[in-house]
């Protein structure tokens, strides 16, 4: 669609590259690194006009997943980039952070790959909650994964579980997104048990964290607000749509 949409007449150019980046932050989570690098990285080379801050996010999330696996000077040098970047500073404090988690933090490579996490999406969990199980400990991708696969195959109990200790960790730069879905996912199943006022403050949670990326806050935060009208008057509102089913 967004290929589609290149030579469309009279497109907004600054909508169509926000969207270009959003879909590789949804590649990156539900196909793995190397279909989210295919679209970042034409992005980090020639970055649009518009939005100004896309070339430095496009470096940020490349350094993110080189780090994760394993591949410091590259993530070194790419977050590099982003902190000294002096036409847009939006990204520069998390560019900083990774730098600093790279000195002090090992990074072996992450045990995860993107066939797993393709085929959990595209074919449902199967066989591979115990593969992330095995990972877990190590990893907080896998851990995020692991109660992926449960909430995909119906098990809310377990799921929240997982999410809970995906939280409940110290992450470094490169595993900050693990760490904010796991709120948005918390969110939902506390919604999902009619606990609005947890929904909402779990929804708040992760839009403190994503309020770096133009309009994405906009998007958890408008989710918080809905969970806190449910709240006060549930019967005033449709019923909401709310966990991922299994495929």
Partial sequence: VLDRLEDAPEIDRASLETLRCYHALGLRVIAGHAAARA??????????????????????ELAQMAAAEGRVDEARSLATRVRDDASNDRFR?????????LEKRPTA????????????????????????????????????????????????????????????????AWDGIWWLLASTR????SAADGNWRSAANWMGRA?????????????????????????????????????????
């Fill in 39 to 60: 679209v970042l990285e034409p992005v980090a080379a020639a970055p649009p006009p518009h939005p100004d801050w896309a070339g430095s996010f496009a470096r940020l």
């Fill in 93 to 101: 404090d998390q560019a900083k952070k990774l730098l600093k988690d």
């Fill in 109 to 172: 490579g992450d045990p995860v790959t993107d066939a797993q996490v393709a085929r959990l999406y595209a074919e449902g969990p199967g066989d591979l909650t115990p593969e992330f199980d095995a990972a877990a400990e190590g990893s907080v991708r896998a851990a995020f994964y692991a109660a992926e696969a449960r909430l995909l195959a119906g098990d809310r109990r377990g799921a929240l579980r997982g999410f809970r200790d995906v939280h409940a960790r110290e992450v470094a």
């Fill in 186 to 189: 918390i969110g939902e199943i």
């Fill in 207 to 247: 839009a403190g964290e994503i309020q770096d990326v133009d309009k994405l806050d906009w998007l958890l935060q408008g989710r918080q607000r809905y969970f806190e009208e449910l709240g006060e008057n549930a019967a005033a509102w449709p019923t909401p749509t709310l966990l991922p089913a299994a495929p």
